[in-house]
């Protein structure tokens, strides 16, 4: 493993290897043993788009490992301004000994990946969101004590989340059912991958694709990019709310799960939010122990 860019480029092993480590490193931070891995080893993070948690679980994550997180800002790069990415890649690879980026196009991600020589890891692209899906299967794992097996039930939109969620639960041998209105199904990669697994449902009905769901995952309406769709999207989404209706489809001890920000009342009502929001800070609070496993695994 020589980056981390999609849920697709990952093997079984390497994500339940991922996961060990991510446990491991919260178990010694839990109990204050050091593990400074990364000393001296620095990681530029670029910033296209908002965060809190990418941003916080980076820049604290490192320094934990006795690294040092460098804020790249894309308006106050040169990126901003129209410098290649491939000149970038080029230039931050004889600087600093990792990169994470959070951008729109996940080809320049991959032209990241390709120019440098230093690893990259994707922070969230419009395709996907890989470092919230370790840290979803983290939690899972927490929680149920096993992946494989389990059904996972994602309602609302294909994007950078139901992508990866998708890919990365079927590789971990979960069951997966994704509940999407007509015209915002996952992306043709995705379905491709998915096709060849019997454990897989695409479907537009929310009932049948909750039905016995060990895991419950929603996310916004309109990710960011879309804010202008925000309107025409509320309208198009009504139905796909991750509510009681919904809650009483799956299992009875069925976990519900947010990658965050939430929209209360709309993906999610106030109501399963606040009764499932151990699990949603947890989730949250493990993007930091599985991307400082992912940290030491390509930086180490
Ligand atoms: N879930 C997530 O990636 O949050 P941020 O946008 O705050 O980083
Ligand atoms: N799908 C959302 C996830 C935010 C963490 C977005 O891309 O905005």
Redesign the pocket.
């Given at each position: 493993m020589k980056h981390l860019l999609k849920m697709l480029d990952l093997s079984k092993e390497e994500i339940t290897d991922i996961l060990n480590l991510a446990d491991q490193l919260k178990y010694e931070l839990k109990h204050g043993i050091p593990h400074p891995h990364l000393r001296g080893k620095t990681l530029g993070m670029i910033f296209q788009?908002a965060s809190t948690?990418?941003r916080v679980s980076f820049e604290v994550g490192m320094y934990q490992l006795g690294g040092y997180p460098l804020f790249l800002s894309a308006n106050d790069l040169q990126i901003g301004r129209g410098e290649p990415v491939q000149d970038t890649a080029r230039v931050l690879s004889r600087y600093i000994d990792g990169i994470m980026i959070r951008t729109y196009d996940q080809a320049e991600v991959e032209a990241l990946a390709e120019y440098g020589n230093i690893p990259v890891i994707n922070g969230?692209t419009?395709f996907s969101?890989p470092c919230?899906v370790l840290a979803d299967l983290m939690t899972i794992r927490e929680y149920k004590n096993r992946l494989d097996g389990l059904k996972l039930c994602y309602i609302g939109?294909g994007?950078?989340?139901a992508n990866s969620l998708i890919v990365g639960g079927l590789k971990v041998g979960m069951s997966v059912s994704a509940a999407c209105p007509k015209g915002y199904e996952p992306h043709k990669t995705v379905l491709d991958f998915a096709k060849d697994f019997k454990c897989f449902e695409l479907t537009d009905k929310p009932l049948e694709a909750a039905k016995d769901a060990d895991v419950v995952i929603t996310?916004?309406w309109a990710?960011?990019?879309h804010e202008a769709e925000r309107e025409k999207r509320i309208i198009a989404f009504k139905g796909y709310q991750v509510n009681d209706e919904v809650m009483a489809a799956a299992k009875p001890d069925a976990m519900v799960m947010h990658?965050?920000?939430a929209h209360r009342e709309e993906e999610i009502t106030t109501k399963v939010f606040e009764e499932h929001a151990t699990e949603i800070f947890d989730e949250a609070e493990n993007r930091l122990h599985a991307q400082k496993a992912v940290m030491v695994k390509l930086m180490g």
């Open positions: 788009k948690r990418t969230l419009d969101h919230q939109d994007n950078n989340m996310d916004v990710s960011m990019g990658c965050l920000p």
